[in-house]
C-alpha cells in the first residue's frame, strides 16, 4: 500500500509540474514572425536610432514603517526596486561616465538605505528620503542605456558583411509612445530604421512575471533581501519609404538574485558588470531577431496533450536537441539549490572538458514535414555554442562561447569548474537560397518554441563532476 500511494503521489506530482510548464509556456508571449528574406534583402541599408528618453526607473524613496509615514515615501512591494534605489543607477553607466566618479553617490546611497527587509519591503527613514532621491534623479539621468546597447549592436553587426549599419543617433523616439516620423532618412539612403529602447530599469526581488513562483520556484527570502535586476526593452523595425512597421519585439532581461551587500560592493563592482552583460545580450537578440531569425517556417514538436516521461527523451526539446549530455531525465523534485523549479535534472558528465554534441541540421524533422525545395535551398551549415555559469540555479555569468563551428560537436579547449552546475545552448547558422539565418536558440518548453524570452529553467544543463 506503501508503494502504491508513493506512485501516486509521484505520479501527481509530475502531473503538477507538466501543467505548470504548459500554464507557463501558454503566459508567456510568443514572438510574431520575423522578417521575410526577401525584406531583409530590400531594405538595404539599416539606420539604427537609440531612443532619446531616459528609461523608466521604477525607483522610489521609502518612509520609514507602514503607516502615516509612508504617505512621504512610497513601500514599494515584491517585483519593484526596493532596495536598488541609487546604487544601480549611480554605477550603471560605464559606457557614459567612468564608475569611479560616481563613487561618492554610491556610497552615500548605501548609507541612506539602511532600512531593513521586512517581507518584500525595504524601510527607508523618511528623512533620508530627499537625500536617495536626489541621487536617484541625478544618476539615472546620466544613464546611457539607450546608447550603450546601439553601440553593442554596431560591433556585433560588423562580424555580418551582408548587413550595413548607419548611426542615427538623434532621430529614435523621445518617449515609449512616441512613433517618430523617419521620411527625412530616405536622403541617407537608409532603407529602414531600427530603433532600440531600454524602456524599464529596475530591482525586485522575486520575478513577479515568472509563474515558476506558485510552485514555490521564486521566494522573497526576506532575510536574505535577494534582489535581482531587471532590463526591459523594445525594438521596432520600420521601412523609410512608407513608415510600415517590419518587426515589433519586446525582450526582458534578468539577473541572479543577489543580496544587497554584494551588490553595492566596491563600489558597484558587480552591477556595473550585470549591466555590461544585459547591454550585451539585449543588443545580441536585437541583432538576432532583426537580422538572423529563419523565417523559414521550420517545424516544432507540439507538447500539448502529451506528458512527460523517462522514455519520452525529447518531450518539450525546441529546435536542436542535446545528445551529449542528454536533456536529463524527469524529476519530480527540485535540487536544493535550484531555482526556479524545474522539470529536468543535471546530468553529471564525466570531464571537467568535455565534448558537447547534438543533434545536426537540418534536422530529421526538417527533412520530414520541410519542401524538398526548401531543404535544397539550405547550405553552409555552422553552429554556435554558449555556456553559462549558475548561480543557485539562475542563469549567471557566460563563461564559454564558440562560433561558426562546422559539426555538432565541440571538444571544450578550455576546463570548467569542478562539482558546478552549467546552462548550455546551441543554435545553427545556415544560408537558404544565399541568404544567412539561423535557427533560434535550443531550449526546452512544455508548450511553443517560439517565447519571446526564456526562462533561466528552459536552458539545457548539465553539472561537472567532483
Not at 507538466?18 to 507557463?24: C, H, P, W
Not at 546604487?87 to 560605464?94: G, K, L, M, Y
Not at 546601439?150 to 509612445?177: F, N, V
Not at 520541410?370 to 542563469?395: C, F, H, M, S
Amino acid at each position: 500500500m506503501q508503494r502504491k500511494d508513493r506512485s501516486v503521489t509521484r505520479h501527481a506530482l509530475g502531473l503538477a509540474a507538466t501543467v505548470l510548464v504548459v500554464v507557463q509556456s501558454a503566459c508567456t508571449t510568443v514572438a510574431s514572425p520575423p522578417p521575410a528574406a526577401a525584406i531583409r534583402q530590400g531594405i538595404g541599408v539599416v539606420a539604427v536610432a537609440p531612443a532619446q528618453y531616459v528609461p523608466e526607473s521604477n525607483f522610489a524613496t521609502f518612509a520609514k514603517g507602514t503607516g502615516a509615514g509612508a504617505a512621504k515615501g512610497a513601500a514599494i512591494e515584491g517585483g519593484t526596486a526596493a532596495a536598488g534605489t541609487a546604487i544601480v543607477a549611480a554605477v550603471a553607466a560605464p559606457i557614459a561616465i567612468p564608475v569611479v566618479v560616481f563613487a561618492g553617490a554610491v556610497a552615500s546611497a548605501a548609507m541612506a538605505i539602511h532600512g531593513t527587509f521586512a517581507g518584500a519591503r525595504l524601510a527607508v527613514p523618511t528623512v533620508d528620503a530627499a537625500q536617495v532621491e536626489s541621487v536617484i534623479s541625478d544618476a539615472v539621468a546620466r544613464l546611457d542605456a539607450q546608447n550603450a546597447v546601439a553601440t553593442r549592436l554596431a560591433s556585433i553587426a560588423k562580424d555580418e558583411p551582408w548587413i550595413r549599419l548607419a548611426p542615427a543617433p538623434s532621430q529614435g523616439p523621445m518617449s515609449a509612445k512616441a512613433r517618430p516620423d523617419y521620411a527625412e532618412l530616405r536622403i541617407t539612403g537608409a532603407g529602414a530604421v531600427l530603433e532600440i529602447a531600454v524602456q524599464e530599469i529596475k530591482f525586485g526581488d522575486c520575478a513577479a512575471w515568472d509563474i515558476a513562483m506558485l510552485a514555490g520556484g521564486c521566494s522573497t527570502e526576506p532575510e536574505r533581501g535577494l534582489l535581482s535586476l531587471f532590463l526591459s526593452a523594445q525594438l521596432r523595425l520600420v521601412r523609410v519609404s512608407d513608415g510600415t512597421e517590419l518587426l515589433v519585439r519586446q525582450f526582458k532581461y534578468k539577473s541572479p538574485r543577489r543580496d544587497l551587500a554584494r551588490w553595492v560592493a566596491n563600489d558597484g563592482e558587480l552591477m556595473a558588470k550585470e549591466f555590461e552583460q544585459a547591454y550585451q545580450e539585449l543588443a545580441e537578440r536585437a541583432h538576432d531577431e532583426v537580422f538572423l531569425a529563419t523565417p523559414l517556417k521550420l517545424p516544432a514538436p507540439s507538447n500539448y496533450g502529451k506528458w512527460p516521461s523517462a522514455r519520452n527523451t525529447f518531450y518539450g526539446i525546441c529546435w536542436l536537441a542535446p545528445i551529449q549530455p542528454s536533456s536529463g531525465l524527469i524529476i519530480w523534485s527540485k535540487p536544493a539549490d535550484t531555482t526556479p523549479a524545474v522539470v529536468s535534472g543535471y546530468t553529471v558528465i564525466d570531464s571537467i572538458r568535455p565534448t558537447l554534441r547534438w543533434s545536426s541540421f537540418p534536422r530529421d524533422l526538417d527533412r520530414r514535414e520541410l519542401n524538398p525545395a526548401t531543404l535544397q535551398g539550405i547550405g553552409d551549415v555552422t553552429y554556435d555554442l554558449k555556456i553559462w555559469e549558475t548561480e543557485e540555479g539562475e542563469r549567471s555569468r557566460l563563461v564559454y562561447t564558440r562560433t561558426g563551428l562546422p559539426n555538432p560537436e565541440h571538444a571544450m579547449e578550455e576546463s570548467l569548474a569542478p562539482d558546478s552546475r552549467y546552462f548550455w545552448s546551441v543554435r545553427a547558422r545556415f544560408s537558404s537560397d544565399g541568404q544567412p539565418m539561423a535557427t533560434r536558440w535550443a531550449h526546452s518548453s512544455g508548450g511553443s518554441c517560439f517565447a519571446n524570452d526564456l526562462k533561466d529553467r528552459q536552458y539545457h544543463r548539465f553539472a561537472t563532476p567532483k
